[in-house]
């Protein structure tokens, strides 16, 4: 199979292949993010070139279209193109695009952030998630006077050197070289769902700063975390004096209007934010209690330093960001509708995949379906023997055979946009139902 597809691939995409060359010789590994060659190059092929969008779809260099549901790594809950926001941008990149001043954009969606999520009541904004997830952890540990973050396994943070320990997705099992061991840096992992933590905590409570997770592991997996365990998490942080920190970089405003801890009804003291707060323009942003936010006040005694950033709190961004969640604030059937389908889609194709004995499971949580390929058939498979057993190979070429039947997925597939139709949602279970034997069966080597 896999000589097949990588044959139908080259063909129809002799430009692509041409830029890929191009690519090697002046970015390292040809990309500036490591996901984005979707693990092809591991398997002899080379990723797309993706030219423009429209709402559900994404058209490459050589003319191939395709059903996105990689979403710009989750962010275009919308779709692309929305013609609401791009009006945004024109307009508004029509009086300049960059200042670096404060803008009224900036008041409006840290007002709108406030407004709709109780656990938020101050705001810094900053361009990414890595920013946010950074500041974060270090807003805890001046606040508290302590040392140790706690970061589950898996949890994907972004690349900041804080956090990049037992990250999932990019890297398992093994920590970068080039940043301090975990130790020395004063970060502790551990397993969602397990009594681990809490052990630790009781034993460190002295020296635990934070507990930092996501409710739903993204980039690990498409894990969701159990709600007793993040209500314990809530009780045990709060009596030894840790700061709880929720990612919600992906979680929020994904699957209501609002952040994911509002309807567990868990609140975190610090909350990180990004993807569709920027409705697809760079944020990042870190929420939560005022009197841990207020530490970051210029001029005040013992001020935390975070927030440098030229482009913090980028005006386009504040715009775009601030439409889209009057958009989404107006979505609910929507937000209803590809929470439905999606966890739909997950249990056909994961019963698919029982019935047919295929070694692949189907994770996620609502609008969130990611694939995984292990390297043998286990019934009910937990988080560590799916994560243990992976097949990096077969996934890469689960990714080469959607490319060619015009689905673009990483974690194999990734979410559902409100620009998804029934339609469309069907084709790709279908696609994934038909390719999900021969890539599962087939000799790779
Ligand atoms: C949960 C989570 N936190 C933080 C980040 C980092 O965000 P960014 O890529 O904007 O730096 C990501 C990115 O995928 C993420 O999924």
Partial sequence: MLKEEIDIYQRKRPKSKQLWE???????GGVSHNIRNFGLPSIGAFPSFIHSAKGSKLMDVDGNEYIDCWNGHFAMILGHNHPIIQKVI??????????????????????????????????????SGTEATMYAS??????T????????KLGWHGANDTLFYDVGGIIVGKDTPGILDKEE?????????????????????????????????????????????????????????????????????RFSYGLLQNDLRIFPDLTTMGKIIGGGLPIGAVGGKKEV?????PGMKNQVLIGGGTFSGYPLSMATGLKTLELLKESNEEYKRI??????????LDQFFREEMLPIVATGFKSIIMLHIMSKWVEEPTIKE?????????????????????????????????????????????????VATPVTKSTIE
């Fill in 90 to 127: 024109e307009d508004r990149s029509k009086y300049g695009w960059h200042f670096g001043t404060n803008t009224e954009n900036q008041v409006k969606l840290a007002e709108t952030l406030i407004r709709d999520n109780p656990s938020i009541e101050k705001v810094r904004f900053c361009t």
């Fill in 386 to 434: 799916i994560i243990e057993l992976t097949d990096r190979k077969r996934e890469s070429l689960l990714q080469l055979a959607l490319f060619n039947r015009g689905i673009i997925g990483l974690h194999g597939l990734g979410s559902l946009s409100m620009a998804h139709n029934q339609s469309q949602i069907l084709q790709l279970l279908e696609i994934v139902k038909e």
């Fill in 22 to 28: 191009k690519s090697l010789q002046s970015l390292a």
């Fill in 339 to 348: 929470n439905t389908e999606g966890t739909k889609l997950q249990q056909e």
């Fill in 138 to 143: 270090r807003l805890a540990r001046a606040f």
């Fill in 185 to 253: 840096a004063g970060v502790f992992t551990f397993p969602i769902n397990s009594r681990e933590i809490f052990n630790f905590i009781q034993k460190n409570a002295t020296d635990l700063a934070a507990v930092i997770l996501e409710p739903v592991l993204g980039g690990g997996g498409g894990f969701p975390v159990d709600t007793d365990f993040l209500k314990r998490l809530r009780e045990e942080t709060e009596k030894c004096g840790a700061l709880l920190i929720f990612d919600e970089v992906i979680t929020g405003y």
């Fill in 293 to 297: 936010i207020a530490l970051a006040t």
């Fill in 145 to 152: 006077k302590k040392r140790v973050v706690a970061k589950a």
